[in-house]
T-cell receptor, first 115, second 112 residues
């Protein structure tokens, strides 16, 4: 199956700094990628839909100025957590759909810890 | 607000027992998927059901999609410790099959 890779796998940062997480589709082109957030022992919550070449579509309650999404190419989407605070600590997961959009491939996830 | 409610939330059973996890919604989905997730990793797709009433089997796992495409169930026969994990159902929207909403999750623990 197709491969989606995230980087970094884990990151620790100080409060107030910004952190960028990358999501790459390694062997296919993804016009659409999705970003999820997962708190410990909870399910995945969809944050936003990242569209190549256009603005991301954010789910209700997700601050677009806080979580900046850029989808500059068909193989890369980035999520930047700006001015991170301890409550932003979470597991962030991206996914990408294949051309037909029926199958979704997930990245390995990125664990963010804000001190 | 979760559109997909799973039950039970937690389940701890002895090895060899059978179990069923339910996924219910008031919304209709174009397809429904089941995932299994290990701690610190992304979810791994187990199955996709597309047709109302569809039943799919994957070794000891049996998945069923409700006739009305609003609910699904996962039945595990003779559970093994390796089945331990977080099980997630996920529904796909009609407008975009790859935009999926995850259920609330069921954490399964199989005791040896």
């Amino acid at each position: 199956g197709a491969v989606v890779s995230q980087h970094p796998s884990w990151v620790i940062c100080k409060s107030g700094t910004s952190v960028k997480i990358e999501c790459r589709s390694l062997d296919f082109q993804a016009t659409t990628m999705f970003w999820y957030r997962q708190f410990p022992k909870q399910s995945l919550m969809l944050m936003a839909t990242s569209n190549e070449g256009s603005k991301a579509t954010y789910e209700q309650g997700v601050e677009k100025d806080k979580f900046l999404i850029n989808h500059a190419s068909l193989t890369l989407s980035t999520l930047t957590v700006t001015s991170a605070h301890p409550e932003d600590s979470s597991f962030y997961i991206c996914s990408a759909g294949d051309r037909e959009g029926w199958e979704l491939f997930f990245g390995e996830g990125s664990r963010l810890t804000v001190l | 607000t979760q559109l997909l409610e799973q039950s039970p939330q937690f389940l701890s059973i002895q090895e060899g027992e059978n179990l069923t996890v339910y996924c219910n919604s008031s919304s209709v989905f174009s397809s429904l998927q089941w995932y299994r997730q290990e701690p610190g990793e992304g979810p791994v797709l187990l199955v996709t059901v597309v047709t109302g009433g569809e039943v799919k089997k994957l070794k000891r796992l049996t998945f069923q999609f409700g006739d009305a495409r609003k609910d699904s169930s996962l039945h595990i026969t003779a559970a093994q410790p390796g089945d331990t994990g977080l099980y997630l159902c996920a529904g796909a929207a009609w407008s975009s099959a790859s935009k999926i909403i995850f259920g609330s999750g069921t954490r399964l623990s199989i005791r040896p």
